[in-house]
């Protein structure tokens, strides 16, 4: 699974050719969730409420990247890796 981002120990995930709704992985901390582009988890948990903010606040600098990436998942191309929070 390919790895598109990484910032402050979490790693951010996507698969190809994955089931909506549009969805990536995330871990930390040996913990891991399956969350939409708004921040909800899906499936799984961080363990972390520090975590689980800082990934929201990539995930709202980087909803356009975050759909254009789902996209290409699913059309089995190339996934492009995303600017970390820093």
Not at 8 to 25: A, E, K, L, Q, T
Not at 28 to 53: E, H, P, Y
């Amino acid at each position: 699974m390919p790895e598109i981002s990484r910032f402050f120990g979490v790693v951010i995930r996507m698969f190809y050719d994955d089931h909506n709704p549009p969805h990536f992985h995330a871990e930390f901390g040996g913990k891991k969730a399956v969350m939409d582009f708004r921040g909800n988890i899906l499936l799984g948990d961080l363990g972390s409420r520090t975590a689980l903010k800082l990934i929201r606040e990539w995930i709202d600098l980087h909803q356009t990247e975050l759909a254009e990436d789902w996209e290409l998942a699913k059309a089995c191309k190339e996934i492009k890796k995303i600017t970390p929070l820093e």
